[in-house]
């Protein structure tokens, strides 16, 4: 049985690796399904969808309206010096990276079997591990 959820998240970003554009700050919408593939049913049930949301959630609310950069990135030390608050990431925070990152938070706690990751309408990331 697989079930499929929905979720989305504010946040900055910039990637140096990706050229001009992606270099400069920029914000997205990053809007997130997860694909889970469940073997057993107990009563006609294989998980609750609230209970699915008690593990993405938290997982997707550490970078909900912050501005996530590369851990080398020289940013932070600005916003360090500035008191803001941002996440630290050990890579570039394209969206293939972010997609296997979450995936692998997710497999912790849940059968996910495919992530799909879009920082716009036109344009997503699948990745099925």
Request: charged residues 30%.
């Amino acid at each position: 049985m697989k079930i499929e959820k929905k979720y989305h998240f504010y946040a900055g970003h910039r990637n140096k690796m990706a050229g001009v554009k992606c270099g400069r700050l920029h914000g997205h919408t990053y809007k997130v399904k997860c694909i889970f593939k469940f073997t057993e049913m107990k009563d006609g049930l294989t998980m609750l969808f609230s209970d699915i949301d008690k593990i993405v959630e938290p997982i997707l609310n550490q970078y909900d309206h912050y501005f996530l950069l590369h851990e080398k990135d020289k940013l932070c030390e600005l916003f360090e010096l500035a008191n803001e608050e941002y996440v630290s990431l050990p890579f570039e925070t394209s969206a293939e990276n972010l997609s296997i990152w979450i995936y692998n938070q997710i497999k912790k706690e849940l059968p996910i079997i495919e992530i799909q990751l879009a920082e716009t309408e036109s344009s997503k990331i699948i990745y099925n591990g």
